[in-house]
Each structure stands twice: as structure tokens, then as C-alpha cells.
């Protein structure tokens, strides 16, 4: 699970001008509790006021207990100055409903939380709001403490949602002294934007009755940034919400998520404060979460891996390779520890050595030891050309991840007509099998050639003790032709396959292969071949640094750029950024096809053969599917 300083981290990496001063003092808040473990935190800002400080809360959660989590809150003032103070805290109270005996729950968890003297004062009042909501909401929602206020003598209490025309006759009951007319007019006109669920009212309770200030909650009808923008819009239209704000806000729904440990953008929900005098104040609650609430992110906000294409010599003369063997190209070491070393300060966490033949590289060994230093995780590709044991060993020893055995088909027979060196590989297998290696995987290239050879292909990894057998796309060669993709039929065999296998060896297509994960993960209900990892990650998820030291998306991708950092790159080239919205202009055929929302196909196969990112790939075997 994340710790706070994980969340506050990626906080501090972001740029939201408008939204919070770039001083925000959050030391004092890691110092005190970076290392508490948290789902959430939550930056709390008002929107129709120029100031750009936030109060900042923490959700805890209590598995055992009477209730399920507290937040605490710590208010700027409080963040800013004396950090030994006691936070506010809210508890979990969705466990008291109206018709129902709280009794129990109240001594559990009421008395602990809130000291039985002030819950005993303040019951009765407690009893006749949980009372009222029978018929407009389900239950309480949350029952806070304003100690770190001085407010000693009240407790804020949070219902569930309840529908829009339950919320003025609730508060009328209660004898809330504003103006109910208002209160209905902003519901109405909120309403159309906002959750369906309704409404949760805070306020605080006295002995005699509840605050003059009440807040009113919900939030945007669905994740969709598009949602949040057109609420944010009628906030804007009515003062509710500064221009401004309005743009950082959308901004900050539009930051992409962290990988590890997974971190995510959102809006919680907004509140409006309201007292006698009218509509106070609008709020947004701006969460941080380990949770995806919107998988439509196009990227990650920073490469989750590299690839470094170390040399293109290789002594073998694939048919198949796309790789320029004749060009002699070989990375510097400097080269490659200056791109390892900003990979790891950029927060990449898998490095792909590759070649060429990787095991050419003379500073191999050197780059895997960097890895381990850098905690990176090093995987090596490797055809088993100079694979010797103690090579292998010196590799492990190293500290690498994972090993990539290439291998296109299950006989020599099948694997000479994409491929050289069959005795190579399995010699390679056998002796990785021989030193006990788990972390051994085979890559096969999936062409019309060897496509029936699946089965095999797997019958071979189980019997070389493969923990996996990763089915890879067929990609244009170095001439930039694609001469044998499989077929239709051929593809829906390799999905059935791999989705019904229950052996040991875990069979997947790479996400590069966007139509055969498409169709392995397609099932009765849905089709969970979903978000990023559906399909290209170029410049989404990764990024490749050629042998001259120049980025590009992936290895595949001829669109190197130089970028003195990964971050830099990844934020500003304009390549990206056309990379990225090739879904927003989808052409024929993956206009309309069946699996335009499952499918991300690979993008150097549109570039490198129509010169153009939007045509995805023309020979696709399931175009127009319907």
C-alpha cells in the first residue's frame, strides 16, 4: 500500500499554479506522517476564491474496528505551524441507520472517538437527525471531531446521499435557519451535472439543534474529465468558480497516473458551504488515490520502461529482423549509464537491454550491476548465440531480472522460416534449465508461417521449465515490409488457445499485439482488454534510446529526437503528444471496427508502411469487424 510520502511526491512533481501556491509547506506533513499507509489523500481548495492554499486530509483505514476508516485533516494552519497539534478526525459512520438500535455502535465506536461526556450531551440531537433521514438517505456517512479547531463542544456529522428534492423538507425538519429557496435553486440547476445518488449534507450538532453553516456534497456523473469540465463550467457561469480554477482543476484530472505505486488524479466531490446570508463558498476535493477511477489515461505520467538498444551486431541473419545489422551501431558505455541513471531519477522501473545480439555488448555485465544498484529491473533478450553457462551465470550473478530466449518455432523446420539459430536457443533453454534460473521466458514472433506451431511452442516451454511465453507482433522488417501476418482464422485460434490453456507456462500476447490481446481477452459479457496496457505503448508506457544515445517512442518508431532527460522528453515533444491522440482521430479501418475500443494497434506498423500514425494498420485481419 502507499505511504503519504509517496502521494506527496508525485504532489510535488506536478505543476498546478493556479491551484496552490508553490510553497505549499507539506514538510512538516511527511516528516509527521509520510510513512502512514493510505488508499487516498485528498487537497482541499476553495474554487471561487483567488487564494491558493488547501487544507490537506489523510484516510486511514481500520479493518476490526466498529468502523472501517478515519481521516484526519490537517487545516493549513494547522500544517503550517504547530505540527505536534491534534488533528480533525472523521470516522466511518455508515454503520448507524435510521429504524434501526445504534446503541451499541455509539459505545464501541462513539464514546472512544468522541469522549463519552460530549457524546452523551449530544446524542439526543445525533438520535433526531438519524431519525429524519429514514426515507431520504440509508445512513450517516461520517461523524467528525473539530478538536484541532478548539470545537469541543459540537460534532460534525456527514449523511449518505439523498435525493435532491429530499434536501430542503430535511433541513426545514431539523429547523436550519437559511434560505431553502436557494438551497433548491442551486440544486436544480446542479442537478443535471451532477451524481445520480443525490446529495450529503454536513453540519454540526448542538445540544439544541445544528449549525448555521451547513455544506451541501456530490459530485461530477462519472469520471469522465469531460463531466467534471461541463459542472465546472456551470460553477464558472454562476461565480461559483474562477476561470482559473476551472482550468486547474481540469488540469489536474488530466495529470497522468503514476505507475508505482500506482497514483491517480481525480476529483472526490465538490461542496458548497451555505449559512443565513446564502451560498458561502464552493470547494473541490482533489484526490490522490491508488485506485483507477478513470482507466481512459493515455499515458503514464512517466515511462514505466527503456529499452536500450545496445549494438545491432549479431552473428545471425534472421529473415524476419528489422534491424540493421550491416550499420555496426554499438552504444557507448557512458552513453548507456548516463540514460540508466536518468531512467531511475525519472521513476522507470524495467529496463530492456536489447540488440542486435545483446550478448555482443561488451559492457553487458556492467550495465545489468548498474541496474541492480539503480533498482532497476534489468530483462536481457537473447538468441542463445555465445550463451554459455558461465556467460548465463555471470548475467545472473549480476542481478538480472528476466532472460527473453527468441525462438520462432517448436523444430528447427518451423523456426528457419522467420528465424536462424534454433540450436542456439534450446541449447540456451537447456542450460537455464540446468542452473534452476525461474525468471525464463520465450519470445515468438506469431506469422502466418508458424501460427499452427502454438501448442507446440508451449509443449516445449513446459518442457524446458519456461515460466512464460510471450506471443510477439510481426513488425515491419529493415526493408519496411510486412509479408506475412497471420490471418483472421489464424489469430481466433491463437486466442482460444491461450485463453483456455491452464498449464504452468503463463501465455499472453505483448501489448504491442493489440488484436490478439483483443481477442484472447474478449468474453460473453465485456471485452477486458481495456486502458493502456490494451494495446502500443509507444510513448505511453515506454520509451527507446537508440545506439547514438537519441529517444524515441519505442525501438520500432523511426522518430528519434535528442532530449538532454527522459522527463523532458516525455512532457514536451510534440511527437508524443501527436502519439497519443491518434484516438481522437481514428481512420479506416479501425474506425468503426468491432474492436476500436479494445485495440491500440501498434503504431510503427501505420508509420513505417503508410507513413501516417492515424491508419493504424490497413492489412489488420479484423478490420471492419462488426
Keep these: 500500500m502507499p505511504q503519504v510520502k509517496d502521494y506527496l511526491d508525485y504532489f510535488q512533481l506536478q505543476r498546478h499554479p493556479s491551484l496552490f501556491q508553490e510553497d505549499v509547506g507539506l514538510e512538516g506533513v511527511k516528516t509527521r506522517y509520510g510513512t502512514l499507509e493510505t488508499h487516498e489523500v485528498i487537497y482541499e481548495i476553495r474554487l471561487n476564491r483567488e487564494e491558493r492554499g488547501m487544507d490537506f486530509s489523510i484516510r486511514v483505514d481500520t479493518p476490526g474496528r466498529p ?67 429514514r426515507g431520504r438517505a440509508d445512513n450517516l456517512f461520517q461523524i467528525g471531531a473539530m478538536t484541532g479547531r478548539g470545537e469541543i463542544d459540537r460534532l460534525r456529522v456527514f449523511t449518505s446521499p439523498m435525493p435532491k428534492d429530499a434536501v430542503a423538507p430535511f433541513l426545514r425538519e431539523l429547523g436550519w435557519r437559511g434560505d431553502l429557496s436557494l438551497v433548491e435553486r442551486c440544486l436544480a440547476e ?175 555485465i556492467e550495465l545489468i550491476r548498474e541496474c541492480k544498484r539503480l533498482s532497476l529491473c534489468a530483462a536481457v533478450a537473447l538468441s542463445g548465440a555465445y550463451a554459455t553457462e558461465d556467460k548465463l551465470r555471470e548475467m545472473i550473478d549480476a542481478g538480472v531480472a528476466e532472460i527473453y530466449i527468441s525462438l520462432n518455432g517448436s523444430t528447427e523446420e518451423v523456426n528457419a522460416r522467420t528465424r536462424d539459430g534454433y540450436a ?27 501460427a499452427d506451431d502454438l501448442e507446440n511452442m508451449i509443449s516445449l516451454c513446459e518442457r524446458y521449465a519456461v515460466k512464460g511465453l510471450v506471443i510477439l507482433a510481426f513488425k515491419p522488417d529493415s526493408a519496411h515490409e510486412l509479408n506475412s501476418y497471420p490471418s483472421e482464422s489464424q489469430l481466433r485460434a491463437a486466442a482460444k488457445i491461450a485463453r483456455n490453456y491452464k498449464g504452468p507456462v503463463e501465455v499472453d500476447a505483448e501489448s504491442c499485439f493489440s488484436q490478439l490481446r483483443a481477442l484472447i481477452k474478449d468474453g460473453f459479457l465485456l471485452n477486458t482488454n481495456r486502458g493502456i496496457f490494451r494495446g502500443c505503448g509507444a510513448g505511453r508506457d515506454g520509451v527507446s534510446v537508440s545506439a547514438e544515445g537519441r529517444l524515441t517512442p519505442c525501438r520500432h518508431l523511426d522518430a528519434e529526437e ?57 492489412e489488420c485481419p479484423l478490420a471492419g469487424a462488426v
Design 190 to 364: 446542479w442537478d443535471s451535472f451532477c451524481k445520480a445518488e443525490g446529495y450529503m449534507l454536513d453540519f454540526d450538532i448542538f445540544p439544541d439543534g445544528i449549525s448555521e453553516k451547513i455544506g451541501i456534497n456530490t459530485g461530477p456523473k462519472s469520471k469522465l474529465p469531460q463531466k467534471t469540465d461541463a459542472f465546472l463550467s456551470c460553477l464558472s457561469g454562476t461565480g461559483l468558480c474562477l476561470p482559473e480554477k476551472a482550468r486547474g482543476v481540469s488540469d489536474w484530472i488530466r495529470t497522468y497516473p503514476r505507475y508505482q505505486p500506482f497514483t491517480q488524479n481525480d476529483v472526490s466531490h465538490f461542496k458548497f458551504a451555505f449559512d443565513a446570508s446564502g451560498l458561502l463558498d464552493a470547494k473541490a476535493y482533489l484526490r490522490q488515490s491508488d485506485h483507477c477511477y478513470f482507466g481512459g489515461f493515455r499515458a503514464f505520467f512517466r515511462p514505466v520502461q527503456m529499452n536500450l538498444e545496445l549494438t545491432t551486431r549479431c552473428p545471425l541473419h534472421c529473415p524476419q529482423c528489422y534491424v540493421s545489422l550491416n550499420t555496426g551501431r554499438e552504444m557507448p558505455l557512458d552513453t548507456a549509464l548516463y540514460w540508466l541513471r536518468d531512467a531511475a531519477k525519472c521513476g522507470v522501473t524495467n529496463i530492456n537491454l536489447s540488440g542486435g545480439e545483446t550478448l555482443c555488448y561488451p559492457h553487458l
Design 424 to 450: 542456439l536457443a534450446i541449447r540456451a533453454l537447456e542450460t537455464l534449465r540446468g542452473i534452476g534460473f525461474p525468471e525464463v521466458y520465450v519470445n515468438w514472433v506469431m506469422h502466418s508461417h508458424n
Design 562 to 618: 535528442e532530449w538532454a532527460s527522459v522527463a523532458d522528453y516525455w512532457e514536451q515533444s510534440p511527437f508524443l503528444r501527436r502519439l497519443r491522440e491518434t484516438e481522437d482521430c481514428r481512420e479506416a479501418p479501425c474506425l468503426g471496427c468491432k474492436y476500436e475500443c479494445y485495440c491500440l494497434p501498434c503504431a510503427a506498423v501505420g508509420t513505417k508502411l503508410h507513413g501516417d500514425l492515424r491508419n493504424g494498420m490497413a
Design 67 to 133: 468502523y472501517s476508516e478515519y481521516w484526519l485533516e490537517l487545516d493549513e494552519a494547522f500544517y503550517r505551524g504547530d505540527m505536534s497539534a491534534e488533528p480533525c478526525r472523521f470516522i466511518d459512520a455508515s454503520a448507524v441507520t435510521p429504524g434501526a438500535d445504534n446503541a451499541a455502535w455509539y459505545v464501541a465506536a462513539l464514546y472512544p472517538f468522541a469522549g463519552r461526556e460530549r457524546a452523551d450531551v449530544l446524542l439526543p440531537m445525533l438520535e433526531r437527525v438519524v431519525a429524519l433521514l
